[in-house]
């Protein structure tokens, strides 16, 4: 083992009398290390780095920032490699990071170091989540800085430990402070870099191999697996790991509780997780995250009143900063507010649901798209649309204000609005000219627009390297199929290649083939599932061109490689509904009435579609049907009431009403509707 020593490029850190080491342990990090040593610059006296086989610019990186660098072949052990920098240090004090991280206002540690009666401090960890930092992120304490003694060190191969080591007794020694890390790791595009996912599955599960009943360990073995989608496997390791806890006060016992709650929400075993969650907040009652996950329970139960308590406490509760929980940011705000929107909207209440959306996009961090696009659609169909534009660019964010301008023009487009949507969407190329997702959408606008060839010399632009050309392959694909060229869809095929195991171009290749009137035999040479799912996206896209016959034209297609469990029908019946035509929706969903598989809102657009014809008798069959089986619902009320009051029928259509409000004693859009039919009801008298 070699030691390689070079001097700090940066003066000694003035103030604390106090020496402080950051220890770190890294391999091939030449794009992570500069942010996180810069980040300490001023704030370390010494920084000590076990480099495990680097091939890349990190160990000359390390010592441009004044490192001390030991080289250490990589052997599947965390704590082993950490151990060997805390060795190395000769500071009072030690802070923990990965070359991944960033220390945020890192000279707030220096005071810190001369407390006597500290021997550790917990920061505040916040792990960014999904495709970029930023809005989502889980926060929690993180156990990073403590004094510099030889009884300290780690332990675990995985998710190495020392916390227990240096404050045994939890809180007499050490304290949560807010200094920030902020850890990048996550991202999705740097987890599969990595392929972090295979190397810590690998290590987990060697780890439980040594030690079958140690809580911990069985607890990360859970969450690798939760982590890629196998949520019986992780329930199994879950509940392993809770048998094996040794106090619910364990610094992860809630998060083992929450993840359990998870997974089994995941695999649909709603009334155990609820039994679980209403556990677990008797040992947490104010975990936030807990209330969030029952809402989103009673919410597939259809127990909507229940669903709308617990995502209100969630909001009452608020997001935690990580000194109690390891929490998702955002559980008690946007997250939930967005929740609320979704499900007054499911249930009919309009107003309420422009109200929640609202608040979940004005009260997120950065820009949050779900709450947009939904309000967006809402807006277009229930008001101007001068109104409705005015309205959105009055509340988007001005940080990543590119990306909300392409959110709304896609939304524009979907509902009809293409030269709207090529402005908005304009303005975000303008912004960001190195967003190519932009020109996908871009190419659509013009191809809805009537004009194919513009839509492909937008293609064009698309650089073959960008993670935005498959997209414009599928693109290619509808502009040939919507033109009937299909020499321009062979070429996105050709060009799209074995993207995603030769899945799309399998799928549109049946869809030319079906154009012409050929239908597979045989296997499908894919997933029934996704071939279904890919052939309807371009069916949809169809519609939405106004494209009917190319559109039947694939119809026969999807009933070929549908399975039973698609509910068909119904998808293609509310699909036809939605975008004008009526007659052909009908058919479809009358198909699902038949087969025994339909939910409540195919009644209740059987409903529609029959008032629009003024077949009133058959209307209010379809209207009560649709009631009967979900009487949770505000929409099924108005619904009814409606078409009673466009009879005359007032004071039926106020019971209706007023049954209504006995399940829904609080909702406004109720009791005004009735007190307006009572006035009606007088004056007709």
């Given amino acids: 083992m070699g030691l390689k020593i070079a001097s700090l490029s940066d003066s000694t850190p003035s103030g604390s009398g106090q020496r402080l080491s950051l220890c770190m342990i890294v391999k091939d990090e030449e794009e992570a290390l500069p942010r996180c040593l810069r980040s300490v610059q001023g704030v370390a006296d010494e920084i000590v780095i076990v480099d495990t086989g680097s091939t890349d610019r990190t160990v000359e990186i390390a010592e441009s920032f004044g490192a001390k660098v030991i080289h250490e072949p990589w052997t599947g052990d965390f704590a082993k490699h950490r151990n060997t920098s805390l060795d190395a240090a000769t500071g009072d004090w030690l802070l923990i990071l990965d070359a991944d991280e960033e220390l945020v206002d890192g000279m707030a540690l220096r005071p810190l170091l001369d407390d006597a009666d500290m021997e550790g401090y917990c920061l505040r960890e916040v792990n960014f989540i999904g495709q970029e930092a930023g809005l989502e992120a889980v926060v929690n304490a993180a156990f990073r800085l403590f004094r510099n003694r030889p009884e300290y060190r ?160 969630a909001i009452d509760l608020g997001d935690h900063g990580g000194d109690r929980y390891m929490a998702q940011a955002g559980m008690g705000s946007f997250y939930s507010w967005f929740a609320l929107g979704t499900l007054h909207e499911a249930i009919g209440d309009q107003n309420e649901a422009v109200r929640d959306y609202k608040r979940a996009i004005t009260t997120a961090r950065g820009y949050y798209g779900p709450p947009l696009v939904r309000l967006a659609q809402l807006l277009l169909r229930n008001d101007d649309v001068d109104k409705a534009e005015a309205f959105l660019l009055g509340i988007i964010p001005t940080v990543k204000r590119a990306d909300a301008l392409r959110a709304m023009g896609e939304v524009f487009l979907s509902e009809g609005y293409p030269e709207r949507a090529l402005r908005l969407l304009s303005q975000a190329l303008d912004m960001t000219p190195e967003t190519h997702a932009i020109r996908v959408t871009l190419a659509h606008c013009h191809l809805a627009a009537g004009d194919p060839d513009t839509a492909l010399s937008v293609l064009d632009q698309v650089p073959v390297a960008s993670e935005s050309h498959p997209f414009a392959c599928g693109k290619r694909v509808l502009v040939g199929v919507a033109s009937d060229r299909p020499e321009v869809a062979r070429r996105g095929i050709t060009e799209i290649g074995e993207v995603g195991d030769g899945l799309y171009a399998r799928a549109w290749t049946l869809i030319l083939e079906a154009r012409d009137g050929t239908l597979p035999a045989g296997d499908l040479g894919a997933d029934p599932e996704q071939v279904t799912a890919v052939v309807f996206d371009m069916a949809a896209a169809l519609l939405e061109l106004g494209s009917l016959d190319r559109f039947n034209e694939l119809v026969p297609l999807l009933y070929r490689v549908a399975t039973p469990e698609s509910a068909l029908d119904e998808r293609l019946g509310h699909l036809l509904l939605r975008h004008g035509f009526a007659d052909p929706a009908a058919d479809r969903l009358l198909a699902a009435v038949r087969e025994g598989t339909a939910r409540p809102e195919t009644y209740s657009s059987l409903g529609l579609i029959c008032d629009h014809k003024d077949l009133h008798e058959d209307a209010e069959v379809f209207y009560r049907t649709a009631l009967d089986k979900d009487q949770e619902s505000i929409g099924r009320y108005l619904d009814l009431a409606g078409l009673l009051t466009g009879q005359g029928r007032y004071d039926e259509a106020n019971d209706v009403l007023r049954a209504g409000q006995a399940v829904w004693p609080h909702s406004t859009v109720l009791r005004e509707l009735s007190q307006s039919l009572v006035v009606l009801a007088g004056s007709t008298n």
Wanted: aromatic share 12%; charged share 30%; net charge negative.
């Fill in 154 to 313: 780690y332990d675990g191969a995985l998710h190495e430990q020392i916390q227990g080591k240096v404050d045994p007794h939890g809180g007499s020694c050490s304290r949560f402070v807010g200094i920030e890390i902020l850890h990048y790791g996550y991202l999705d595009q740097t987890t599969e870099a990595r392929k972090k996912k295979d190397r810590n599955m690998r290590i987990v599960l060697e780890e439980v191999a040594r030690k079958p009943k140690d809580a911990f360990t069985l607890f990360n073995a859970g969450v690798e697996f939760q982590r890629i989608d196998d949520h019986t496997t992780a329930l199994d390791y879950f509940s392993r790991a809770f048998n094996n806890l040794q106090s619910m006060r364990q610094y992860f016992a809630s998060l083992l509780v929450r993840n359990i709650v998870a997974s089994l929400q995941k695999l649909e075993r709603y009334d155990e997780a609820l039994e679980v969650a209403a556990d677990a907040l008797d040992a947490y009652p104010d975990f936030t995250d807990l209330h969030y996950l029952c809402g989103q329970l009673h919410f597939n139960r259809r127990e909507y009143r229940e669903a709308i308590a617990s995502f209100r406490k």
